[in-house]
C-alpha cells in the first residue's frame, strides 16, 4: 500500500503538499530579499556615504579648529612675552615724572651713600625732545662733597638705579686732599601716556633707605633708643614688643555673622608695612569679635608694665571697642579693653594696664580684637603698626584732621566708576588707590571695603 502525503487547504480552497508549503515559503524569502536588495539597500548605501562625508568635514573642522587653537596658543605666548617686555620697559621710566616718586628714590640713594649733599633743585617738568614720543623732562641739581670714592659709589647707584636717571653735567673741585665738591646734573625723563591704557595708577613709594633712622617720629619729641622708645616731654619709655613687620599674621571670627580679612600693605607709622584689618561685624543678642591673630608672633612679656598698646589708625568713627587678648601659662584667656569706641582719625596710640599679677606672668599677646556690642551692625578698616609695653603713661598723638569714610563695593563697580560716585570726576581714582594700597594688578571684589577721603 504507498504512503499518502499529507496536504493542506489553502485559503483559497486549493490543497498543497507540505513540499509545496515549503517551496512557496522560499519563494517569498527570495522575493523580500530581492526587494530589499533593490530599493532600500540602495537608500542605506546613500545614507552612509552621506554620513561618512559628514564624518570626513567634521573631522576637517575639528583639524582646523585646533590648528587655530594651537596658533592661538601660540599668539597668547607671544603677547604674554610682548606684555612682558613692555612691563620691564615701562618700570624703567617715570610715568609724567612722577616727582615724589623721583624725590624718594633719590633720598634713598643718597641715604644710602656717604656723600654730604647740602641741598637739592628740582626744575619744573618741560617737553622732551624725542623723536616719535610724547615725553616730560626734569632736571635735578644736586650739590655735594665728600671722598672721590663716595662720589663714584653715588654714580654707580644712579646708573643701576630702578627708574632711568641720566648724567647730565659734573662737575668738581678739590677742596683738600681726600675731599671734593661740586655740583652734578641730572635728568628724569617720563613717557606721557605710558600708563594710560591701565585702569590706574599712582604712586607707591617702594624704595626704603637701610640702615637710617626713621625722620617721621611718633610725635614731637619722640626718640628712638637701643633699650625702646623714650618720649621727650615726659620721659616717657617703651619697649617694641612686635613691630608687626612680620607675614604671620590672620584674621579670625568665631561666629558666622562676622567676617573679614587682614592683610599686609606698604607704609605705616614705622618700617615698611603696616597690618590692615577689614571687618564686618553683625551681632544679635550677644557681643560679636573679629580677631587679629598673633600666635606665631611669640609676643611675650615676662613681667608686668604699667601699660601696653598698638598704635592703630583710624579713618572715621565706629562703635567698636579695640583690644588685646592676653594669654597665662595655664592657657587662661584675658580680655584687656585698648578703646571703647574709636573716635580719632589717623593715627593713635592706644594702650592699657595688663594684669599687674606677677603670678600670672610671662603673658603672652596673642589677639588683638574689635569686639561691637548686641543688636548692632557694623564694617570699617582699621590699621594696625607697633605693639610697645611702657612704663609711662603713654602720650596720645593728635589726630589729624583728613575725614573718611567706608564703602562696600557692588557688583560691576570699578575704580572709576568709585571716583565719579563719590568725587563727581572719574579722574580721581588714582585717590582710591592709594587710600586704599592698590595698585592696577589688583582687582575690585563685591563686598571689599574701601576707605574714601572726604
Known amino acids: 500500500m504507498e504512503p499518502k502525503l499529507k496536504s493542506s487547504k489553502t485559503g483559497f480552497g486549493l490543497s498543497i503538499s507540505k513540499k509545496e508549503k515549503d517551496l512557496l515559503l522560499l519563494l517569498s524569502a527570495v522575493i523580500v530579499f530581492w526587494l530589499f536588495y533593490r530599493y532600500i539597500m540602495p537608500l542605506q548605501n546613500a545614507e552612509h556615504k552621506r554620513l561618512q562625508g559628514d564624518k570626513e568635514f567634521k573631522l576637517g573642522e575639528k583639524a582646523r579648529i585646533q590648528e587655530l587653537l594651537a596658533t592661538e596658543k601660540i599668539i597668547d605666548r607671544e603677547l604674554d612675552s610682548v606684555k612682558d617686555e613692555y612691563r620691564r620697559a615701562v618700570q624703567k621710566y617715570y610715568y609724567g615724572v612722577d616727582q615724589p616718586e623721583l ?243 589717623g593715627w593713635k596710640y592706644i594702650s592699657a594696664a595688663p594684669p599687674q599679677d606677677v603670678k600670672l606672668y610671662p603673658l603672652k599677646l596673642d589677639r588683638l580684637y574689635a569686639e561691637l556690642a548686641p543688636g548692632k551692625d557694623d564694617y570699617g578698616v582699621i590699621l594696625f603698626d607697633r605693639i610697645e609695653a611702657s612704663y609711662a603713661k603713654s602720650k596720645e598723638e593728635a589726630a589729624a584732621v583728613q575725614s573718611y569714610e567706608f564703602y562696600v563695593v557692588q557688583p560691576g563697580d570699578t575704580l572709576m566708576s568709585i571716583s565719579n560716585k563719590f568725587y563727581g570726576t572719574r579722574s580721581l581714582y588714582t585717590r582710591v588707590m592709594k587710600d586704599n594700597s592698590l595698585t592696577s594688578a589688583n582687582v575690585l571684589k563685591a563686598g571689599q571695603v574701601l576707605v574714601i577721603r572726604k
Open 103 to 345: 624725590i624718594h628714590m633719590l633720598n634713598v640713594i643718597i641715604d644710602s651713600s656717604k656723600l654730604g649733599v647740602p641741598g637739592i633743585n628740582f626744575e619744573k617738568p618741560k617737553d622732551a625732545d624725542l623723536a616719535e614720543a610724547d615725553a616730560k623732562l626734569t632736571k635735578v641739581a644736586i650739590a655735594y662733597k665728600g671722598s672721590f670714592i663716595d662720589l663714584e659709589n653715588i654714580l654707580s647707584m644712579f646708573r643701576h638705579s630702578p627708574k632711568r636717571l641720566l648724567i647730565d653735567q659734573l662737575s668738581f673741585n678739590r677742596k683738600d686732599k681726600d675731599t671734593l665738591d661740586g655740583q652734578m646734573s641730572l635728568k628724569a625723563i617720563g613717557y606721557m601716556g605710558i600708563e594710560e591704557e591701565r585702569e590706574g595708577y599712582f604712586y607707591n613709594n617702594g624704595y626704603t633707605a637701610q640702615g637710617r633712622d626713621n625722620p617721621f617720629k611718633a610725635y614731637k619729641g619722640y626718640v628712638e633708643t637701643a633699650e625702646g622708645t623714650k618720649g621727650g616731654d615726659n620721659d616717657e619709655r617703651r619697649t617694641i614688643l612686635a613691630d608687626m613687620e612680620s607675614d604671620a599674621i590672620y584674621f579670625m571670627t568665631a561666629d558666622t555673622g562676622v567676617t573679614g580679612n587682614v592683610e599686609r600693605i606698604k607704609g605705616g607709622k614705622f618700617g615698611n608695612t603696616v597690618v590692615r584689618a577689614e571687618y564686618f561685624i553683625s551681632t544679635g543678642y550677644q557681643p560679636e569679635r573679629a580677631y587679629v591673630v598673633l600666635d606665631d608672633q611669640d609676643i611675650t612679656i615676662k613681667y608686668p608694665p604699667q601699660s601696653a598698646g598698638v598704635w592703630a589708625f583710624s579713618y572715621g568713627y565706629s562703635p567698636v571697642t579695640l583690644g588685646m587678648r592676653y594669654r597665662t601659662p595655664e592657657g587662661e584667656k584675658i580680655d584687656i579693653e585698648l578703646s571703647k569706641g574709636v573716635n580719632w582719625i
